[in-house]
């Protein structure tokens, strides 16, 4: 047994965290051993990294109602439904390979995923009212098994249960992004939750078909995909690494209210699309770049409803395209909210179906790269994927979504749109966000700008208490 101590700066909470040694938990029957190419959307460079989710549930037995499965141990019963699943699911048992023209394919060699059984000293109560990423010591509630997060030859999923002394749980979970995106994800996760609560077999069935998003023979690039594109200047803004602050921020009905008295009324905005442009012009000033630079913003777009016919019901791949949008600091930061409104809202027009099979001829023909990263900021909104609904048997989750912002191989690139209620019982969006301190103390009072209309006077004297947030 592993033992190891958590600490947080936010709020010194301390937890002991004890571990067994993580096991290979492999479908429950035999599988067929075979190969499974992944998809060119798939593949790319961009996906070959281990995404974080977490979800902490509640003692339901203390609850009116109680639980599905009273007096049950949530480990043995997630463990038991993961074997189960994989038996649908067997690709996530397998192991990557990679063949010629670095394409990845799936070995179904029913090895298993990860699994971590762990306790912890510590109450869901003491995590606070507001769960929401950062999470204090995401890394014990995450266990790094040695060796494990290699993209070639590792498990594809690792997931880590750990009990809590309220009776609760934290279930948290790594990806291999190049295997699902958030909604497939969540499909084999409900999966396991169905079968955890009783079910013979899951209600959708997966369906692989990743050739619907392979390149075409020959392939040929029809559409413009500057996401791509290589950018020889390596001068400008560079985010230091070595100071990185984690917030998160709350928009509930208010906020979204306040952020809308920007928006013309002639341009017609989701939520999505005005906290984008709100958020992209207040990072943007907070970083200071130089007002020539080029600063790009990066909406992931689900292109599952852009087929036709439409892709399978069932089908748990990446569908998604990283449209990009761009502008100079200067205008971003002296134009008003609409001019980064109308940016985002043509760069997500220009998702089409052609558009995604022309970005998977592009991978093909330039070697699977890495989209753009050089002053590039991403948001991914997962408000619909269904984190929040994911039910073993004990209810639904405090909290369910990604474990943090900043994910991938560039840190503080990143960030999610993630279902929240806060403590007042208002639903909105909780953003985590990864800055530099000093951008990050910045950031806070453009947006208190922008929410609350407050003088530069005020700014500068007040604190980042306006918003949800906590910081490690």
């Known amino acids: 047994m592993a033992q190891s101590t958590a600490a947080t700066t936010k709020t010194t909470l301390r937890f002991n965290v004890t571990r067994r040694a993580p096991e290979l938990i492999p479908p429950a029957v035999p599988t067929p051993h075979e190969f499974k190419e992944l998809s060119d959307i798939d593949d790319q460079e961009g996906l070959r990294f281990q995404i974080p989710v977490i979800q902490f549930y509640r003692n339901m037995d203390d609850h009116s109602g109680g639980s599905v499965l009273k007096g049950r141990d949530p480990a043995r019963v997630i463990k038991e439904a993961v074997a189960k699943a994989l038996v649908s699911y067997y690709p996530f048992a397998g192991r990557l390979r990679e063949k010629a023209g670095r394409k990845l394919v799936v070995e179904c060699n ?51 249960v750990t009990r809590l002394k309220c009776g609760g749980f934290i279930l948290a ?25 009783g079910a013979q077999s899951p209600s959708i069935q997966p369906v692989w078909e990743r050739h619907l998003l392979s390149a075409r023979n020959p ?30 921020f709350f928009f509930g009905p208010t906020e979204i209210a306040a952020l809308r008295r920007f928006i013309p009324q002639h341009l ?33 777009v689900n292109a599952r409803s852009l087929f036709n016919p439409s892709l399978p019901s069932g089908f748990y791949g990446n569908a998604f395209a990283f449209p990009i949008a761009l502008s100079t600091a200067g205008k971003l930061a002296t134009n008003p909210i609409g001019y980064a409104l109308g940016l985002i809202k043509k760069t997500k027009s220009d998702v089409t179906q052609e558009y995604m099979a022309s970005l998977a001829d592009l991978m093909v023909l330039k070697g699977r790269p890495h989209f753009t990263v050089v002053r590039t900021f991403v948001v991914s909104d997962v408000t619909r ?45 909780v953003v985590p966000l990864c800055l530099p301190g000093n951008a990050m103390e910045i950031f806070v009072k453009e947006l208190n700008k922008l929410l609350y ?20």
């Open 110 to 160: 029913g090895k298993g995923i990860m699994f971590i059984e762990a306790e912890a000293d510590v109450s869901l109560e003491d995590f606070g009212e507001a769960l929401q990423p950062p999470f204090p010591c995401l890394e014990e509630l995450l266990f790094d098994v040695p060796g494990s997060t290699t993209v070639l030859d590792s498990p594809l999923i690792l997931i880590q």
């Open 268 to 300: 017609k905005s989701s939520t999505f699309e005005i906290l984008t442009a709100c958020l992209w012009r207040c990072r943007t000033i907070a970083l200071q770049p130089d007002p020539e630079e080029i600063v790009r913003i990066m909406c992931i």
């Open 385 to 429: 994927a269904g984190f929040a609904d994911l039910d073993y048997g004990w209810g639904p989750p405090a909290y369910g979504g990604p474990a943090k912002g900043g994910v991938g191989a560039i840190p503080g690139v990143a960030s999610f749109y993630i279902p929240f209620k806060n403590g007042n019982g208002d639903k909105g969006i």
């Open 453 to 472: 209309e407050v003088s530069e006077n005020q700014v500068a004297s007040s604190e980042s208490s306006y918003f949800i947030s906590s910081s490690l």
């Open 219 to 248: 392939p040929r690039v029809t559409c413009e995909h500057r996401e791509y594109e290589e950018i020889a200047d390596t001068k400008g803004t560079i985010i230091p690494l070595d100071d990185m602050v984690h917030k998160s």
């Open 173 to 197: 979970l790594r990806l291999n992004h190049t295997m699902a995106d958030a909604p497939g994800l969540v499909q084999f996760m409900n999966a396991v939750a169905e079968l955890a609560r």
